[in-house]
């Protein structure tokens, strides 16, 4: 079995990661955490209590709320218009008599780290202001995680809050340079491999009609939020009925790292360029000296990847 962690802003696909995760066997999720970004960070942790509720995985799975803001930067906003005021599209799931626990993100993850020195992974989702924050509170840390998988950034593709930023990366440029240059086993995810891998409205017509039984109210959830996500990647990318499985992929590929290419890639976050900051900078030259190495994720199965998503509900 695997043992995850997963940080989160609780948006429309985080949701999916979350969900995706719960039902699958082998995976014993252990805890959620979360962090401001597509909505504020109090929403992120109703959205994922109410999500758990949905999803009854069979065990109890404790939710940390995290940071409310980044590192250093101003809170200018969330993302509201990509996944709705409430993060999920406007749907109204029914509420939860869970509540979060009495430590912060960062301190969570510090202490699981502890108690399963190796076990765990990490699957991030959001900006990475919490896991920056965890670094400090445990200088060893990066010897503890047996991996970090950072759906964010982008190398080869064009940003999608900026011409060069991606949101998760663009939102705590700080805490992202400090992540990737701390050493941890990071496999970033980015834009050049999500966006290729999009669920679209017939692959919703396939789980309503051969979805499993008890997966009937995950799959209304779904076809709910999705129509908004839709809706959004119609208006800002021209998809038709379609939208990347951004943080599901991310998520997957902690777990089967098989569905990627990856290349190792000294990178750097640019944090102070004006027109630039949030911007994966990776030093490409035949005799790259600048950054650190991570793995970084240049290529995706997205078919065999979108196959194994549905295939956890049906
Ligand atoms: C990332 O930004 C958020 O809106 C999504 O949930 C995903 O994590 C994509 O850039
Ligand atoms: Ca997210």
Not at 177 to 186: C, E, K, M, Q
Request: negative net charge; charged residues 20%.
């Amino acid at each position: 079995t695997t043992r995850m962690i997963i940080d989160c802003d609780t948006g429309i696909d985080d949701a999916l990661a979350i969900l995706y995760a719960l039902r699958t066997p082998g995976v014993v999720v252990e805890g959620i955490t979360t962090v401001f970004g597509n909505i504020d960070v109090a929403q992120a942790a109703d959205n994922t209590l109410r999500l758990l509720a949905l999803a009854n995985p069979g065990y109890e799975v404790p939710v940390a709320i995290g940071a409310s803001r980044a590192l250093v930067r101003e809170l200018t906003g969330f993302s509201t218009h990509v996944h709705g005021d409430n993060g999920i599209g406007g749907v109204q799931l029914p509420s939860s008599t869970q509540r979060p626990v009495n430590e912060t993100a960062a301190e969570f993850i510090v202490r699981l780290a502890n108690e399963h020195p190796g076990e765990i992974v990490l699957v991030t989702l959001g900006r990475l202001t919490n896991l920056s924050l965890a670094l400090d509170l445990d200088a060893e840390l990066t010897g503890k995680l047996k991996k970090v998988a950072v759906m964010g950034g982008t190398i080869f593709k064009p940003g999608n809050v900026t011409p060069v930023a991606e949101a998760n990366i663009w939102g705590d440029p700080e805490a992202a340079d400090r992540v990737f240059t701390s050493g941890l086993p990071v496999l970033m995810v980015g834009l050049d491999v999500t966006l290729k891998t999009r669920i679209t409205s017939e692959h919703l017509e396939l789980l309503k009609r051969f979805g499993r039984e008890d997966c009937r109210d995950i799959i209304q959830f779904m076809d709910e939020s999705l129509a908004f996500y839709f809706k959004f990647y119609r208006e800002a990318n021209y998809l038709i009925n379609s939208a990347p499985l951004h943080d599901p992929l991310a998520l997957m590929a902690a777990l089967r790292p098989d569905l990627l290419t990856c290349r190792q890639m000294k990178v750097r976050v640019e944090h102070q360029g004006e027109h630039t900051a949030g911007m994966v900078v990776a030093d490409l030259r035949a005799q790259p000296k600048v950054g650190e190495f991570i793995e970084v994720a240049v290529d995706v199965d997205a078919e065999r990847a979108v196959g194994i998503f549905l295939s956890a509900f049906m």
